[in-house]
């Protein structure tokens, strides 16, 4: 069985490289792959405004360039290039680049960054076992100024391999990188920072969108996994930004699997079920933070709203998923909870060039535009003005957004 | 004419995991032709990766609980059994052996020893069922297997959620309690460190476990009664029933063997974080079953085999950093060598049973004339 997995797998690999070859003509297949996923990156991208697009481009024209000079620069390190302010070195999370989410909103920021700051860059992505994340950090810190690594699995290697290499600044997304097991919260160390974001303001705000735009007082949310804390506070800044509108609005929610198992992100069957079955009772508008699981949110309400003739709704999670969903799926994408993973990503490159480089927990809330909500599509332009006061009200702390659903 | 003989059987023993690897590196070198990277570039880095001293660190310490998982494989094929569980066994082994590392404290060896022999026990237990099913109901081992590997992921993250206290939001810190020092096996660093210096790398002291189990495997079954019976089950069960080996028992303890030494695999892991964490590595099971197969299910097969595997994920981590070539065409290496392996070693057979009826035939010719 398993040896026929592998011809499967290598047959099909084998004509994916091919395809990629014949794809581009002149510039290397690995390229061209970087190609198709930094674009996608840069459209799914609400912010990505018109020469964003081109930036990437040119992104990944500088990248194959690189990758040359980085073949030299591993046979002799005294060769390294003058002009390049820093080298960046991304680690990806199991996934990998092209997973039109978190991993290609990463790469966008990189993208930028090496567009923007004079930095040469370098990508890579882990085993699907995740067993060699420590390996590729230490390659990265080998021959990078700064590591980033996306995704809070990496935080116990990170923190490992950061503490053996000062030389190289680390930064996680997703993870504080705290150590807990003192008495206070502290730094692993002072190359170590997390890149943390504040998922429940962006998520009161589309909270907040969907109330108003709900005719029946009806909201659903659904939850990709439950139970390790993440994904709860998307549910609770969910709820209270619904709440803020209209304090008897009903939310229906539900989780589509349990912590340790991960699959909830990546099940849009469950997804488009669950929506389904939401919609059927009553809701009108479903906000998901479920990864891949969202698609399917998306077809049940093209589903339900053609079946019973009034429209529902779905709300995207941290891209843009206007841009990232089939154009006949677009019209129900009522808004997205933006959670700017390329910001992140290119303010720590920046505030390493510029030596403003912190340890510890770096914070993007709605004030830095760390989280945000999208109007591609037009559907939320009749409210902005509501939800822009929403929005400076918390960044002046009027409002304080719970991140536990039960305060919410 | 014997001398003869030997030296073209041990020709052939080679011939197919030599062959295998050379083709796949002529078929790798024109694929990235084909893409446009050079193979000359590629290879370079990757070798030169390998036999940099905390590469070569880390390959052993990936090949380790490879090789555990291999052995454990093949002492089920040797049987003619498909113990694909090897992944369950190894993980439930896994959890159980480092809760109660946690939840005890022993002096020094005797810690380390209860943690084995508890992996060992539950990796058994589990294959066991999988084994009474079979003797005792007739269930296919292939599909109880698959059922348990199911199962034991379902349990597993049961007992990891109930570890969580309720609203916590460290993941990280999810896991079993700590095994204190005592029960954790040293490295052995020594032995690098006469090389030089291996930075943040530490090569794992479950290397001595995973020797201790090749000899082993090696002695019980070329040096051993048992050993004997398990061989000419596999071969021919119905002249191994003939020769009043019994079927059943012989299932059973096959499973229990392989699924003891399965729940060794896990220990590697557990010895470097010193606990279970729901960050655990996966798919050692089944990747020992590619590593049994290309090891033919020798001994020292399946060494060089994990090593080779090995070899290749560090591959793929060079690969990416240099840019020299995608980093999927290790995956094609990797199917390729396991796929002209077993097409070769089947050529190589064929051979064998072709040269034996032709020498029998001609004694049989001289014994007439």
């Avoid at chain 1, 929610?253 to 990546?266: A, K, L, M, V």
Wanted: hydrophobic residues 45%; aromatic residues 8%.
């Amino acid at each position: 069985m398993r040896k026929r997995l592998l011809l499967l797998l290598a047959v099909l690999l084998s004509f994916s490289l091919i395809a990629a070859a014949c794809g581009d003509d002149d510039s290397e297949a690995d390229a061209g792959a970087d190609d198709a996923g930094t674009d996608d990156a840069g459209t799914d991208d609400s912010a990505a405004d018109d020469d964003m697009a081109e930036d990437t481009s040119d992104g990944s024209e500088d990248e194959s360039d690189m990758d040359e000079d980085e073949g030299d620069m591993a046979e002799d390190e005294g060769d390294m290039a003058e002009e390049p302010v820093a080298s960046v070195g991304l680690v990806f999370d199991i996934g990998g680049e092209g997973d039109l989410s978190f991993n290609d909103s990463a790469a966008a920021g990189l993208a930028r960054a090496e567009a923007e700051l004079n930095v040469t860059t370098s990508k890579v992505s882990p085993n699907d076992d995740g067993s060699n994340r420590a390996e590729l950090l230490q390659l990265q810190a080998d021959s990078s100024d700064i590591v980033i690594a996306v995704g809070f699995l990496f935080e116990t290697d990170a923190a490992a391999v950061g503490s053996a290499n000062a030389g190289s600044n680390f930064g996680v997304i997703d993870s504080s990188m705290l150590d807990f097991s003192g008495e206070t919260p502290a730094p692993y160390a002072d190359n170590i920072a997390g890149l943390v974001f504040s998922e429940e303001q962006g998520s009161f705000l589309v909270g907040a969108a969907a109330a108003l735009k709900s005719t029946n007082g009806h909201l659903g949310f659904i939850g990709g996994v439950c139970c390790f804390g993440l994904i709860e506070k998307f549910e609770a800044g969910f709820i209270a930004g619904a709440k803020a509108v209209n304090p008897d609005i009903t939310i229906t929610s539900q989780y589509i699997t349990e912590f340790p198992n991960f699959d909830g992100f990546n099940d849009p069957a469950s997804g488009r079920e669950t929506a389904l079955a939401m919609f059927e009772g009553g809701a009108d508008v479903v906000y998901h933070a479920a990864g891949g699981t969202g698609l399917g949110l998306f077809q049940a309400a093209k589903e339900h709203t053609e079946a019973s003739g009034t429209k529902v709704w779905g709300i995207g999670v941290d891209s843009d998923q206007y841009n990232t969903v089939d154009a006949e799926l677009q019209e129900y994408v009522l808004t997205s909870m933006l959670k700017r993973v390329d910001t992140a990503v290119f303010e720590i490159i920046k505030a390493h060039i510029e030596g403003t480089f912190g340890p510890g927990e770096q914070r993007y809330d709605l004030s830095v535009d760390g989280v945000g909500y999208s109007t591609t599509g037009g559907f939320v332009d009749d409210i902005v003005d509501q939800l822009e006061e929403f929005k400076a009200s918390i960044i002046a702390g009027d409002i304080v957004v719970p991140t536990d659903p039960a305060e919410a | 004419m014997i001398e003869q003989s030997t030296t073209r059987r041990l020709m052939m023993q080679f011939a197919a995991p030599v062959g295998a690897v050379v083709l796949s590196i002529v078929m790798s070198a024109f694929i990235l032709m084909i893409a446009g990277s050079n193979p000359a570039t590629a290879y370079g880095d990757m070798l030169s990766h390998a036999f940099k001293l905390e590469t070569s660190v880390s390959m052993i310490n990936r090949a380790t609980p490879l090789y555990i998982s291999g052995v454990a494989a093949a002492i089920g094929f040797k049987m003619n059994i498909f113990n694909i569980g090897v992944e369950g066994q190894y993980r439930m082994a896994a959890i159980f052996a480092a809760y109660v590392g946690g939840a005890i404290a022993l002096p020094g060896i005797l810690h380390i020893g209860l943690i084995l022999v508890v992996a060992m026990m539950v990796g058994g237990a589990w294959a066991g069922i999988a084994g009474a099913l079979n003797t005792e109901r007739g269930v296919n081992i292939v599909i109880s297997t698959i059922m348990l590997n199911g199962i034991a992921l379902g349990i597993i993250a049961w007992l990891v959620r109930s570890w969580q206290a309720e609203g916590e939001i460290v993941v990280v810190g999810v896991g079993t309690e700590p095994i204190d020092d005592s029960g954790l096996i040293p490295n052995l660093n020594f032995i690098p460190e006469i090389f030089g210096d291996i930075r943040s790398e530490e090569l794992t002291g479950v290397l001595v476990i995973a020797l201790v189990v090749g000899v082993a495997y090696h002695v019980l079954l070329n040096r051993t009664v048992f050993g004997y019976d398990l061989r000419s089950s596999g071969l021919n069960p119905f002249a191994a029933r003939a020769g009043g080996v019994p079927p059943k028992r012989m299932i059973m303890v096959a499973m229990l063997m392989s699924g003891a030494v399965g729940g060794l695999v896990g220990i590697a892991e557990i010895m470097d974080k010193a606990r279970y964490d729901p960050n655990f590595v996966g798919f050692l099971g089944f990747n020992g079953i590619s590593v049994a197969l290309l090891g033919r299910n020798h001994p020292a097969g399946i060494a060089v085999g994990a090593l080779l595997w090995a070899f290749l994920d560090a591959s793929s981590d060079i690969l990416q950093v240099t840019g020299a070539a995608p980093k999927e065409i290790v995956d094609i290496m990797r199917g390729v060598i396991l796929l002209s392996a077993v097409i070769g070693y089947e050529i190589v057979r064929r051979i064998r049973v072709r040269d034996e009826a032709a020498q029998a035939a001609a004694r049989l010719a001289e014994v007439a004339a």
